[in-house]
């Protein structure tokens, strides 16, 4: 069989934007065909492209990864290239370990490319049921050992490193339960997670919260479902969170009472349980006992509002009825950037609506990154009266996918 050429790495941004839309097209469409020949070729071809050094297999397919997790209105990847990219990654899970693709960081950028119900069968076999199981697992656990380390040392740890490396992993716990369930595993990541969120470091806190969200999540979506381990990990939350009441620091700064009252993780729990069967008295008590350390509502101060005077009607204005949905939208606002300071007010208010005013609906979106495409490539830092909202009408292509 003749020698296939090789395949040009995908460029960065910069070097994207200086191609015309047609170059780019007639980019695309070779790496397509030339993907297209590795899935038809032999099996002891592909074992050679992957191992000659400095695969140009390996870095195309890592170099994708990593630059298609980057919202590109002007150069998306097409959809038949996302296809062929993912139909050729879940062929190379038959065949023995290639270390750049085996990584955690290339599973975890593959998960932010791909809408959860593409990706997570590929990753189930990657991480449970191929020859490259082993050398997956490795790299997580590595991972998982890091970050405990950083998490565990406090103040004195790499916090910006553990900051950067969960907020990449998350994607993949959104979308791999088998993930959720490696880091899960014993109570050292957990208490890593307790440990690190101790440090006042707000975007530290953000992604820890988002990470101990997600694991817990993908227990009861596990096949079959964790629900012991989620039980061992629901009294070990409950043993942390009085542990840190009696302490000298204030009861409510702590991940438990943070995880309970800015995340609808307690009725997802139950929810679930009580789908499947399995609620438990046991398991009811232990996801019930968490609703002991929700904070109160956060008493703000109230905003001046100008009224019409009142006639003696005993009537309502339209200014009133205005004022009072004004408020209660802000208030909506204000519960979500608690939780996402970065983001704009008119960002917020959009995703409102998207989730019919369910503020725990869009926390839960937000923490998970599985936004409908029209917010997850719209500007977040918009303002609530802006003028401007950067999106487009096309769709991303991903979701043409099928």
Not at 39 to 57: G, H, I
Not at 76 to 100: G, I
Not at 273 to 294: W, Y
């Amino acid at each position: 069989m003749a020698k296939l050429p090789p395949l040009a790495a995908y460029p960065q941004a910069p070097w994207r934007h200086r191609l015309s839309p047609v170059e780019w097209t007639s980019l695309q469409n070779a790496w397509i065909a030339i993907m297209q020949a590795f899935l038809s070729s032999p099996l002891s071809e592909l074992v050679k492209a992957l191992s000659e050094e400095d695969s140009s297999l390996v870095r195309f397919l890592t170099s994708f990864a990593q630059e298609a997790t980057v919202q590109d209105v002007s150069h998306p990847p097409s959809p038949a290239l996302l296809k062929t990219v993912l139909q050729l990654v879940s062929h190379l899970t038959s065949l023995k370990p290639t270390s750049d693709i085996d990584k955690f960081e290339f599973l975890a950028n593959l998960a932010k490319v791909y809408p959860k119900k593409l990706i997570a069968p590929f990753l189930s076999r990657a991480l449970t049921a191929s020859p490259r199981a082993a050398a997956v697992e490795s790299s997580l656990t590595a991972l998982k050992r890091s970050l405990i380390m950083q998490l565990d040392a406090g103040i004195r740890g790499d916090l910006k490193l553990a900051e950067a490396s969960l907020a990449q992993l998350n994607p993949l716990l959104h979308a791999s339960p088998e993930a959720c369930v490696l880091f899960l595993a014993g109570d050292d990541f957990v208490d890593g997670l307790i440990a690190g969120y101790r440090v006042m470091n707000p975007p530290l806190r953000k992604v820890i919260l988002a990470s101990l969200y997600l694991c817990l999540v993908g227990l009861v979506e596990s096949r079959p479902a964790k629900w012991s381990m989620l039980s061992d990990a629901l009294f070990a939350l409950r043993s942390a969170a009085d542990l840190h009441k009696q302490g000298p620091l204030n009861a409510n700064d702590s991940l438990v009472p943070e995880l309970v009252t800015s995340t609808p993780l307690l009725k997802v729990l139950l929810m679930r349980a009580v789908a499947e069967g399995v609620a438990t008295d046991n398991l009811r008590k232990r996801i019930t006992a968490l609703e002991a350390f929700k904070k109160g509502p956060m008493v703000r101060p109230k905003r001046l509002i100008r009224r019409k005077v009142d006639k003696g009607k005993g009537k309502q204005t339209r200014d009133d009825v205005d004022a009072e949905i004004h408020i209660h939208r802000m208030s909506q606002i204000t519960q979500v950037q608690d939780l996402f300071p970065d983001l704009g007010a008119g960002f917020v208010a959009r995703c409102l609506e998207e989730y019919s005013e369910d503020v725990e609906q869009v926390v839960a979106n937000l923490l998970s990154d599985s936004l409908p495409t029209h917010l997850a490539i719209a500007d977040r830092t918009e303002g609530l009266f802006g003028t401007a909202f950067h999106t487009t009408t096309a769709p991303h292509s991903s979701q043409h996918l099928r």
